[in-house]
């Protein structure tokens, strides 16, 4: 701090720049393009690069706002946050705007976690310029770095939310017709009248069974927006047949009813294989459907007891 | 697709004493007239040939 003393700096200027520099770096790691494309223009990164450096000059400035002490200062954090939700309403506006015309729809329950995690990745910025900033003004420049570091790691590796990789295994599929009725090995999938399209989806679809690993996974799979998300991650990475004038080939995933498990369908562009198990792999665990009904069994356990002693009505 | 708003948008068929009421109907005059109807159909109307039995196919927009 002394070797800044002859520029004549405000006092707490090293504390808000480190934390600044740290919220606004780990705003550009979590904004890495991926399989996804979203967002994939320049206007969209930089209207995100702002609203990240906006919170992580917030989160940084509130370290000397209670040290001076000038705790009033702290509540612009509340503000923060209003805006921030604002944030979600928007990109749940243009994503939604934009699922019409979209051939293979992401889904709701897609779009409501994409916008979710834009609205929680402010926040994950405000915390990490609070907590260096707060580590500059303890420790020095060494504390902030270490702890600027840590605050990265966590966002990347804990933020990162599940696969279906993760809880499902993915197993390559056989296409089939039973009369008109398409199938995905025993999976009803839907109904193709025109012996051309059966034709030509038995020789150019793909399709791979996913299988869940436990009841928790049977659960998450069974939401159907979980499996439009499926669906809409094959097409993007292996791309689609599909056209207004041919809904027949459009991607589709059901299950089978009694096992759980759920066969996905495509007509890609590119036939292969490894990709589209890839790209059921590394779909998205949604968080509107990941559920864990297994883990309720202790609280089903706990009313049945009481239903023993009469405690509680049948 | 999750939005039930599926429609029969038409109906194609040989068998003419088999099919009446809402949807329009074309009657064809054998199974060769029924699939090139119904590709015309499903091309022009964006929606999706599906076989009812045979010699019936209805022509379904989904969501």
Redesign the interface.
Known sequence: MNVLGWLNLPEYIMVILAGVLAGAISRVLLLRIDYRQYPGYPHGYLAHLSLGFIASALGAVAVPAILEPDYTAATFLALAAQQFREIRNIERKTLESLESTELVKRGLDYIEGIARTFEARNYLVMGTAFATSLATQLGGLSAAIITALAALFVCRHFMSGELIGNICDVVPAELSFDGPLLMVDEIGIMNIGLASMREKIVAEGLAVKIIPRDGNARATIHDIGQRNALAFTAAVILGTKKDVDIPEFTPMARKNPDTGDVGLYILPVEKDMERLIAAARLTPVLESARSKPLTAGSVVKAVRKKQAKGGLKK | ??QNTDSIQAVVTVNKDKVSGGAPIFFARNENEL?SV??SL??IL??????LERGT??LV??G
């Open positions: 697709m999750n699939v119904s590709v499903s091309k964006d929606s999706t040939v599906h076989e196919y209805i927009r989904h």
